[in-house]
């Protein structure tokens, strides 16, 4: 049987870095990728057959936890009636109905295929509904890898050591302002001087891509506030928090205490198939062609094994479920957190919801870019492979969230649990702690 470096060879002779996205090459942690076989629940088996309690989710999506047979026989049924016709279907009225349940501010909805898509043309249609060209992005959120958006952006660019990326033109950042996380003084400063340019303010309600770093107090009050009075629009990216920390993402957790104009939604919408969407004011949302002038489009948009299983997966998404995740994140992060306290490894552990990230050889708040930058990565390689060795796998960056699923029950969470000290005597070790 091949094992996961006979893999990763295979792959590398024929796929840059042997993996279709970066993160999961392993780069900041050193070692060999995972190469997942199968997964179910809360487990992912691996090509060498070996079981790993998995909280990556698949980068979120797996919020009912892997192939949910509900989710699986959906797709196959869809399957069954055609994998993608290039025409509309009933089942993404139904979809998008699903989510305006949810957030009733997203009045209307455009489905496309990935994250990325749908942060670009919220950009897009910012720009073309107002006739300006600026968008205010903070530094560390992730919103996609889009021209505009790949400056001072979160993970995967922070793990790669790269301050932007090349290929991208200086053009197309130019027309991105960037400014730090929490920082009201920057955002005010910002606008006073550039306000009548600026189409937009695109954020991470709660940011998850630099760590774990929720807003302060006030902030996206603040944000409302100021694109309001500057006649630019709010941008709430919830393509990681959507339907994953409440039945209504992060805005749900506010209470609706903010109005963004745009939302932008993916991974648990489309249950873990390639499906993304934007949604918000209908009068906005009706200046993408074809009613307005604003263009885009995908030839599989809306493909409809994703919408099967993005509907079947918010049908299952009930208050049980949500409670399920809220009360496996405290129980896990409670035993990391004492985990490490007995292991002396300084740390600062940080929620949004359900997400939770832990900051290595860092003890005071995290609220931005920079100081998410002066952990310890050192110490969580440590801590990360030897959560996997003992068949536990964690997101390959320490600048990612840990996520849970429904499917996290108690005796999965007894098996997490009891790996941890072992597991956080070898980050001490390597803080010297
Ligand atoms: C907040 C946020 N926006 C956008 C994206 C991009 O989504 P995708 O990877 O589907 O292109 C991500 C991906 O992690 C994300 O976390």
């Not at 047979?69 to 109905?97: D, H, I, K, N, Y």
């Not at 295929?113 to 560390?140: I, P, Q, W, Y």
Request: aromatic content about 6%.
């Amino acid at each position: 049987m091949s094992g996961n470096a006979e893999a990763f060879d295979r792959a590398r002779a024929v796929i840059p870095g042997g993996v279709s996205s970066p993160v999961r090459a392993f780069g900041s942690v050193g070692g060999t990728p995972v190469f997942v076989s199968r997964a179910e629940g809360a487990r992912i088996v691996d090509v060498e057959g070996r079981e790993y309690l998995d909280l990556v989710g698949s980068w979120g999506p797996a919020l009912l936890g892997h192939a949910h047979p509900e989710v699986v026989a959906a797709v196959q049924a869809a399957a069954a009636r055609g994998l993608s016709f290039g025409a509309p279907t009933l089942a993404e009225a139904e979809l998008a109905e699903l989510v305006r349940e949810r957030v009733p501010l997203a009045r209307k909805v455009r489905f496309v295929s990935t994250g990325t898509e749908a942060c670009m043309t919220a950009v897009r249609l910012a720009r073309g509904a107002t006739g300006r060209d600026l968008v205010v992005k903070f530094s560390g959120c992730y919103h996609g890898h889009s021209d505009a958006l790949l400056a001072a952006a979160g993970s995967g660019v922070i793990t790669a050591g790269l301050p932007g990326s090349a290929g991208v033109p200086a053009a197309a950042t130019a027309q991105t302002l960037v400014v730090p996380y929490n920082d009201a003084d920057a955002l005010r400063e910002v606008f006073a001087a550039r306000g009548t340019e600026i189409a937009a303010v695109i954020t991470e309600p709660a940011a998850a891509n630099m760590g774990v770093v929720p807003p302060v107090p006030g902030f996206n009050e603040l944000l409302r506030e100021l694109t309001t009075a500057h006649g630019a629009l709010l941008v709430y990216d919830e393509v990681l928090t959507g339907f994953r920390v409440s039945r209504a993402g992060w805005w749900g957790l506010e209470g609706g205490a903010v109005t963004p104009d745009l939302f932008t939604f993916g991974k648990v919408v489309g249950g873990g198939l390639p499906l993304a969407a934007i949604g918000g004011r209908a009068d906005l949302l009706d200046l993408l062609a074809p009613v307005g002038p604003v263009y885009q489009a995908g030839t599989l948009s809306g493909n409809p094994l994703a919408t099967a299983a993005g509907i079947a997966t918010l049908r299952l998404a009930d208050d049980a479920v949500y409670a399920a995740v809220d009360a496996a994140s405290a129980t896990l992060s409670a035993a990391v957190a004492s985990a490490l306290d007995a292991a002396g490894v300084p740390h600062r552990l940080q929620r949004a919801g359900s997400l939770f990230s832990v900051f290595w050889g860092v003890t005071g708040p995290v609220l931005d870019d920079a100081s998410a930058q002066r952990q310890d990565v050192g110490a969580y390689r440590a801590f990360f492979h030897a959560m996997l060795d003992a068949g536990v796998a964690l997101p390959p960056s320490a600048y990612e969230a840990w996520f849970l699923s429904a499917a996290h029950d108690d005796a999965v969470l007894d098996r997490i649990t009891g790996a941890l000290p072992g597991a956080a005597r070898a980050a001490a070790a390597v803080l010297g702690a």
